[in-house]
């Protein structure tokens, strides 16, 4: 019986371990004259069940273009921001008429974290005449 408890106490110490892989926090805060807000939750912490990321440099144009994933199967949380030091860039989403949508404007030096959808295809074009580098890190679920 000492055997047995020893090794559920192992399991059980292995998946507690393994679990809360990446841990995500944001903070926005405002403070102009008389009016000031904030907001921070607080740190949460989220299992990665399938080990992989996919993380660098791309250089956005001013056409639509897909935003490179690598060998990422189960999409989970992405950080990105736009490292260039004046021009804005567009994220977007295109729907079965290819139609692009727009949802997120990164300007100079903003970041932006969301999790991901699974296969979806997302798009970045700069907004002016100039290419801007994006920089990504995306993580498997």
């Known amino acids: 019986m000492k055997a ?4 559920v106490l192992l399991n059980a110490a292995i998946a507690a371990w393994a679990a809360d892989e990446i841990q995500i926090s944001a903070r926005l805060k405002v403070d102009n004259g008389d009016f000031s807000a904030e907001r921070q939750p607080s740190t949460i912490k989220v ?3 399938t080990l992989g990321a996919d993380s660098g440099i791309q250089i956005i144009g001013t056409n639509w273009e897909a935003v490179t994933v690598g060998d990422l199967s ?17 994220l977007a989403v295109v729907d079965a008429s290819t139609n692009y949508h ?3 404007e990164l ?3 903003e970041p932006a974290l969301f999790r991901l959808f699974t296969n979806v295809t997302l798009y970045a074009k700069a907004a002016s005449t100039n290419s801007v580098k994006l920089d990504k890190l995306m993580l498997e679920d």
Do not use: H, K, M, P
Request: net charge negative; aromatic share 16%; no cysteine.
């Open 107 to 109: 300007e100079a030096g």
């Open 102 to 104: 727009e949802f997120a």
């Open 47 to 49: 299992d990665q069940t």
């Open 4 to 7: 047995i408890a020893i090794v």
């Open 74 to 90: 189960v999409y989970g949380w992405a950080q990105f921001r736009n490292t260039d030091t004046t021009d804005s860039l567009y």
